[in-house]
Structure formats: C-alpha cells, structure tokens
C-alpha cells in the first residue's frame, strides 16, 4: 500500500468509530433562549375603566355615572378618592365627532366636553353622594370655562344613564340654587349619557403618574 494513503484511511476509521459511539463535534454553546418581552396588563374592570388604587376585584353590583366639571385631571382624582368609586376613565362626551383626539376637542370644534366616567358600589356610595362631591369640586355657574380653563371642553355637565339619575341630579341642582351658596345662576348641563371616548393613555389617572395637577374645591 502507498505510504501516503495510511494516514488517510486510519482518520477515516477513526471517524467511524466516533460516529459509531455517538460522538459529535464541540460547538460553541448557544445562548439560551430569551423570552420576549410582555408589557403588564393594565387592569380595567369588565366595563373598561381602571381601577382605584387598592382595588383589584368588582363588587357584584355597579353602576355608571359621568361628569363634567372642568379639566378631567382634576375632576378624575378627585373621584377616585371618594369611597365606593371603584374606577374611572377619562375622556370626552357631548360632541358630534366621533373619536376625536385631545386637540381636536381643545381646538372648540367638536362640542365634547373633558369627562370623567366613573364605576361605583352603590352599596356604598350613592348617586346623591357622588352629586354632593361634584357640586363641591368646581364651580357650577361659569359656563364654558372653569377657572383659568375656558371653552365649551371645560363646561359643567351630568350626564345620567337612568331616569332616576336625571331626577335625583335636577333635583340636587335646583336644592343648590335654592341654597343661597351661590352668587351666579347655574349653568351646569344635565343631559341623556351618550358616547364616551375614552382620552389618550397619557391623561389616564395623570396626577398618579407624578404629574402636578392644580385643581380646586369649591368646598373643602
């Protein structure tokens, strides 16, 4: 046999052999495999509202109500520190385009107003109760503004989803009128509950996001 040949069969006897044993070449190891990345729910109750800090679970019984009382920074925080709201969303209501965007509305061409829609245990707190802390939380005789906010966005308004609502917010508002509180006549709305469109996720609960929001009471 050819000298040169040996070496040539002797490595690919060596080869079979490996094969044979179940060996296989070293390869660099592989990084493991990396999960991708899943941003945390946000948790919304079964109607689609956040909820209030603390609060992970909805009662077997809510309702709904909406506002309107100025800017919905201000208006929202101060609903969701009332005991028996269980959620709320910011958004707009009372216009006549559909889906419109926060500039749209603050360019005064839509007709929506800045609202809080909120979710609450009225076996804990009552609708009277809720139209206490909105009367109490702006002032309901300054039209389309609310004080240095002005344009129809910023107009006072209760939107009712129940006869009952309507009933109990005309009469809390006629009782305020009566009550020689205020200097000027009220001009808040009191209007059927129509589409509400939630706002951008940037204004959602935006004073608990660290943002200073300068709102004030009427009362307290």
């Not at 889906?99 to 804990?124: F, I, R, W």
């Not at 006629?174 to 951008?200: H, N, V």
């Amino acid at each position: 046999m050819n000298p040169a040949v040996r070496p040539v069969i002797f490595v690919a006897i060596l080869a079979a052999v490996a094969l044979a044993v179940g060996f296989r070449p070293r390869t660099a190891p592989t990084a493991a495999p990396v999960a991708p990345a899943v941003a945390a729910p946000t948790k919304l109750t079964s109607k689609g509202l956040y909820f209030v800090k603390g609060i992970t679970s909805e009662p077997k019984h809510t309702e709904l109500a909406m506002f309107s009382a100025g800017c919905f920074w201000g208006t929202e925080i101060q609903f969701r520190a009332q005991k028996g709201v269980i959620a709320t969303a910011v958004g707009y209501t009372g216009g006549t385009v559909p889906n419109p965007s926060y500039e749209m509305v603050c360019s005064h061409t839509t007709g929506h107003a800045e609202s809080v829609l909120l979710q609450y245990d009225p076996s804990v707190v009552s609708y009277k109760e809720l139209l206490k802390n909105f009367w109490e939380m702006h002032d309901p005789t300054e039209g389309d503004r609310q004080g240095p906010d002005v344009g129809d966005n910023y107009r006072s308004a209760a939107w009712y989803f129940t006869p009952e609502q309507k009933a109990e917010a005309i009469a809390s508002r006629d009782a305020l009128a009566k009550s020689g509180e205020l200097k000027d006549p009220i001009t808040t709305q009191i209007k059927p509950a129509g589409p509400f469109y939630k706002a951008e996720e940037y204004h959602q609960q935006y004073g608990e996001k660290g943002n200073p929001v300068f709102c004030h009471r009427r009362i307290g």
